[in-house]
């Protein structure tokens, strides 16, 4: 996929001498859901993404922080980043999950695990999709929770 390609040029080009270490990744779990609201985009209705709400779990399954709308990323040591995005890809699990995402760090708050966090992806999404349920006039404002869950790697400088 192309988040990956990205990934292995950004690698490539960042390190001083290949034979040394990756850049420093941290991969954390996302539990939620994704927020969507039902409105008229120029007389047709439909779900417009507003944004995450998520808690982040550690390998050990201890909670490490939230994600929510922004995109912004929150850990329990108070460091948080907001993250803009530069390549989206759907699912290879297909629509009903959210989309597989490559996302720059733009702004960084703290001293902690994510102080240093410059690239972020969002992979091995489960659900989240769109709702299939109908979005019309009568619905229009109507916000809807759809459960997910994904990988986020933050990939911080060295």
């Known amino acids: 996929m192309k988040i990956y390609a990205f990934l292995l ?22 539990r939620g859901v994704q927020i969507y609201v039902c409105q008229d985009n120029v007389g047709k209705y439909g779900w417009t993404l507003e944004g995450p709400d ?6 050990s399954g201890k909670i490490v922080g939230r994600h929510y709308f922004g995109p912004h990323w929150q850990a329990n040591d108070g460091s948080t980043i907001k ?9 290879p699990q297909g629509p009903r999950n959210v989309s597989w995402l490559l996302l720059s760090a733009v ?13 972020v992806t969002r992979t091995d999404t489960e659900g989240g ?13 109507r916000k809807k929770s759809v459960p997910y869950t994904a990988i986020y790697t933050f990939f911080s400088e060295i």
């Open 54 to 59: 998520a808690t982040l779990y550690g390998a």
């Open 83 to 91: 993250g803009t995005v530069l390549d989206a890809n759907a699912s």
């Open 129 to 141: 999709g769109a709702p299939t349920l109908a979005c019309t006039a009568a619905q229009n404002g």
């Open 107 to 119: 702004v960084q708050k703290g001293d902690g695990i994510l102080a240093h966090v410059r690239f």
């Open 9 to 30: 040029g950004l690698c490539a080009a960042t390190l001083p001498n290949l034979a040394s270490a990756a850049p420093a990744a941290l991969q954390l779990i996302g």
